[in-house]
């Protein structure tokens, strides 16, 4: 015999532990040892049923737990601050006595933290841990109910099954109903959880501004910059476009808005169209992959130097498609203004503008890039991340001392000689390589990949792509096999769940939901005519009438021995009395009482002394009852 009591502890246990699962990665390391102590030492209370804090006390720290972290919310970052405040609440709970409405609590404080964790992090476990939550809280009211009811109540094992069976139901339809109602409720632009936390989401975002030494602060990290459905394309055509620097100032270069001019791209070739899935992001440029033509899905503005941008900060999750013509020229129809894309750093140094001035006396402009990329490949410079240059006269520093450094080192000097020998160029900021994943058939580029190139203008007015850290002495070993790391069979299966939970949950938004329909209204078009041949329609017909008859079979051998006895004992009692005497509302006692025969008077009592007191018939009263129906 278990307790009810003992039942409902364990499903604190259990729902305090998928609450907090989910959120473990974000909370302080103090504060997660606190809150699993707390739940381990309120085992051992009501094991011990043992409970030494007072009321008084829980209600004290609770109240100190809630003016500490209230102190740190911040329009910035509400989420937290949240988790951590529900969390402190359940660990007071489950430490303190525990009654009816303290069950209660917890099962509502196990539900916010999991709704706030969705704030943090919304990866595809989060279902798992929101199909767990949902079964053991129904389990849970079902047990208070009954706790309620009598305190006491202890149950045996088949007793147990049976309440567990009747609790499962219950979540089952929930869970079908919520799946439904998650494609047929219109869908809002604007989550509802939004304004808890409007900026805490974003996570990743490229810098508008490139200082050598600088950008590989933020490009170390392997967290998830964006997905890219997409066929596999060769390394050299994973440039992924987000912005242009096109002015230096003081140290640095950054992006101003450019000037008018009006431009595209001239490739006969088809377009290639891609889906791109990214993060949530600090900043509003929208990634794309180099040349894009066209960009849907998504609200923007387009600026002269093929800059894609949306209207807000990219909070939340979206997607949009993209057509591109890849590695295609960017053709300028009209002037450009030269003077804009010429303009220098306010100082560089003699050394660097003695070779500008040797390349500018060249004839022309792909004689002076030949001799551009002669120079980069002369000066043996390597790709590297460590030891970087520094100090007022870094680009000098960088081609002549140190001859290493990172992206930003090869594209920022290469701009500034092209610009001191009279070629208009800049710098674009973006991403190249990516991981490719088959099972998915999608891209997956993280932070790490963030890179800087070049775009220089040839005399035809047409910008074309530079990346000079492709002539570094060890750009095979480092441009090429780490932009192209390689995931093991179960990364990329864990990638691909990720990938498909985002696109069928996270960005299914009313657009979506507008092309189910009319994909769904085609489809039962489709089908109410028909064009298969009479015979397979007839076939098949015959086929679902076999198994309904079998349903139906399996449903009538699903009674039980006693209910077939029954039934068997009301036929034999119409054909000897007739059938007017048996009626929807006539019970046993009242059937033998009208027939007036001993022997159904006698299988009246021995049937509901078994059967009514919710037990099986013995095998001496089945033999007896066998006899007696016999009689009747």
């Known amino acids: 015999m278990v307790k009810t009591k003992t039942l409902l502890n364990q499903i604190c246990y259990l729902v305090a532990a998928i609450s907090i699962a989910p959120v473990l990665g974000f909370l302080d390391f103090a504060f997660v040892l606190l809150a699993m102590g707390a739940t381990v030492l309120g085992a ?53 006595t525990k009654k009816g409405r303290d069950y209660l609590q917890i099962f509502v404080l196990g539900v916010f933290i999991l709704a706030g964790s969705s704030l943090l992090s919304l990866n595809v476990e989060y279902i798992i841990y929101l199909v767990l939550m949902v079964f053991s809280i129904t389990v849970g009211l079902v047990l208070l109910c009954v706790f309620e009811t009598d305190s006491g109540l202890a149950f045996s094992s088949s007793q147990l099954l049976k309440l567990l069976r009747v609790a499962i139901v219950l979540p089952t339809g929930s869970l079908v109903l919520m799946a439904l109602l998650f494609f047929i409720l219109p869908r809002t632009s604007h989550p509802l959880w939004n304004f808890l936390n409007p900026t805490n989401k974003a996570t990743s975002g490229l810098t508008e501004a490139v200082k050598p030494g600088a950008f590989a602060k933020i490009s170390t990290g392997n967290q998830l910059a964006f997905r890219a459905e997409s066929p596999e394309l060769a390394p050299e055509d994973l440039y992924w476009r987000a912005l242009v620097l096109n002015r230096p100032e003081r140290e640095e270069w950054i992006r101003v808005t450019p000037p008018p001019e009006i431009s595209h791209v001239v490739d006969k070739s088809p377009s290639l169209q891609l889906q791109i899935f990214p993060t949530s992001r600090n900043d509003k440029y929208l990634i794309t992959l180099d040349r894009t033509t066209a960009l849907h899905g998504v609200q923007h503005k387009k600026s002269s130097d093929h800059v894609y941008e949306t209207r807000r900060k990219q909070s939340q999750r979206h997607s949009y498609q993209i057509d591109s013509k890849l590695g295609a020229p960017l053709t300028v129809i009209g002037q450009v203004d030269h003077e804009f894309y010429k303009a220098l750093p306010e100082f560089t140094s003699v050394r660097v503008q003695s070779i500008a001035q040797n390349i500018s006396v060249l004839p022309d402009t792909d004689t002076k890039l030949e001799a551009l990329a002669d120079f980069f490949r002369k000066q043996s410079l390597r790709y590297a991340e460590t030891d970087l240059p520094s100090g007022p006269n870094v680009i000098e520093e960088f081609l002549f001392e140190k001859r290493q450094g990172y992206c930003e080192f090869f594209a920022s000097a290469y701009v500034t000689l092209a610009r001191l020998a009279g070629i208009p160029a800049r710098l674009v900021g973006g991403y190249y390589g990516g991981e490719y994943n088959p099972l998915g058939s999608y891209y997956l580029v993280t932070e790490d990949k963030a890179h800087v190139w070049a775009e220089v203008l040839d005399n035809e007015n047409r910008w074309h792509r530079v990346d000079p850290s492709l002539w570094a002495t060890n750009a095979a070993s480092t441009l090429g096999a780490s932009r192209l790391n390689r995931l093991s069979m179960l990364q990329k299966i864990t990638d691909s769940l990720n990938y498909y939970w985002i696109q069928a949950i996270v960005v299914f938004d009313f657009s979506r939901q507008i092309t189910m329909f009319q994909e769904s209204v085609k489809t039962i078009g489709s089908l109410s005519k028909p064009s298969v041949p009479t015979g397979y329609f007839w076939w098949s017909l015959g086929g679902v009438g076999t198994c309904l008859l079998i349903v139906i079979s399996r449903h009538q051998r699903r009674l039980s021995r006693e209910a077939k006895l029954l039934r068997k004992f009301q036929k034999r009692v119409a054909r000897r009395y007739g059938s007017t005497i048996l009626n929807e509302t006539t019970g046993l006692s009242e059937l033998a009482e009208n027939v007036d025969s001993p022997h159904c008077r006698e299988f009246a009592r021995i049937y509901q002394q078994a059967v009514f007191t919710d037990r099986a018939l013995r095998s001496t009263e089945w033999k007896i009852l066998n006899s007696l129906l016999k009689k009747v």
């Open 44 to 96: 051992w209370f009501d094991y011990k049923e043992l409970h030494p804090i007072p009321g008084w006390g829980t209600s004290l720290v609770a109240l100190a737990v809630i003016v500490n972290y209230s102190l740190q919310f911040s329009q910035e970052d509400i989420a937290t601050p949240l988790v951590h405040v529900l969390i402190s609440l359940l660990g007071i709970r489950m430490v303190s």
